[in-house]
């Protein structure tokens, strides 16, 4: 018996965002048997604790899709977090900004713990490149979008690998029926548009990944880093905001942006130039906690 939680993250309200399970105590399970505990699961994502190796990190943590492992993903890092210090207690939640480290298959991901208890993680550094002019269109053709509402593609790879299309509108990223079977010999595919109703969030996302057993994302963190890095990067988004994501499959999630001026110089004596953290929180909240039996 090895403890249990589903925690649902980046929800507007409990049930509303993304589920991660999440194993504590993985010690002992192979690869083999995560797994099959991911494909049990059939969530986006599955997560299993283990004692770091890293002597930099609080825990180590494995993450499995249906379909395979991947090295880092938003929301199962900040639920898993949530899960660890709710069966760790530390550290203290009332300490304003205290700092978890997780290590993962990218390396060390810094989270954040606010004075009430709300999380993000700082993105790691992403690879980004110019979308293919071949596989632009099958994305379009597979999307069913058309190509005069595209107003400019990525490849942002963050640990997952995504494929990433700015559309002119909110409404046209709603819009979107994907033909999930021509998607799935693609890519990783997510889309964002602006939304143009003066409301408190500023874009909409959608993340669709068939190829690796998850048809549309409910709520994307990986997505959402590398979209703000490559949108705050370019001018093309404010330094604080809120993205909505998941309105078409039931759900309501809202992931909070914010981009922090750091210092990266290596000489301590000279502050070196200044680049940004994107931080990406949001809600983290309970759903299951019990056991279960591998």
């Excluded at 069966?87 to 205290?98: C, K, M, N, S």
């Excluded at 959608?206 to 057993?213: L, N, Q």
Aim: proline share 6%.
């Amino acid at each position: 018996m090895r403890r249990f939680l589903q925690v649902d993250v980046f929800g507007e309200r409990p049930l509303l965002g993304n589920p991660v399970a999440v194993v504590l105590d993985a010690e002992g399970l192979d690869d083999a048997e995560m797994a099959a505990v991911a494909r049990w699961t059939n969530l986006s994502e599955t997560t299993f604790v283990l004692p770091p190796t890293d002597e930099g990190a609080d825990y180590r943590v494995r993450i499995f899709t249906p379909g395979g492992e991947l090295p880092f993903a938003g929301h199962p890092t900040l639920g898993t977090c949530h899960a660890w210090l709710q069966a760790t207690g530390e550290p203290r939640l009332g300490v304003r900004d205290a700092t978890v480290v997780q290590q993962c298959g990218i390396g060390l991901v810094q989270l954040r713990v606010g004075a009430s208890g709300t999380l993000a993680f700082a993105a790691p550094e992403p690879v980004m490149s110019e979308l293919s002019g071949e596989l632009m269109g099958g994305l379009i053709a597979a999307l069913g979008v058309d190509a005069g509402e595209v107003s400019a593609t990525r490849v942002i790879d963050n640990g997952p690998n995504w494929h990433v299309l700015l559309l002119s509108s909110s409404d046209v990223v709603r819009r979107l029926r994907p033909d999930m079977a021509a998607l799935a010999g693609l890519a990783k595919v997510g889309v964002v548009g602006p939304h143009r109703d003066g409301g408190d969030a500023q874009f909409e996302l959608r993340a669709f990944a068939p190829s690796v057993g998850v048809p549309e994302d409910p709520v994307t963190g990986s997505l959402n880093a590398g979209v703000a890095q490559w949108l705050i990067g370019e001018g093309l988004a404010p330094r604080r905001y809120t993205a909505t994501q998941g309105s078409c499959i039931g759900r309501a999630g809202r992931i909070e942006i914010e981009a922090e001026p750091s210092a990266s110089g290596h000489d301590p004596g000279d502050t070196g130039d200044t680049t940004d953290t994107i931080w990406v929180g949001g809600a983290t909240v309970t759903i299951v906690d019990g056991n279960i039996t591998v």
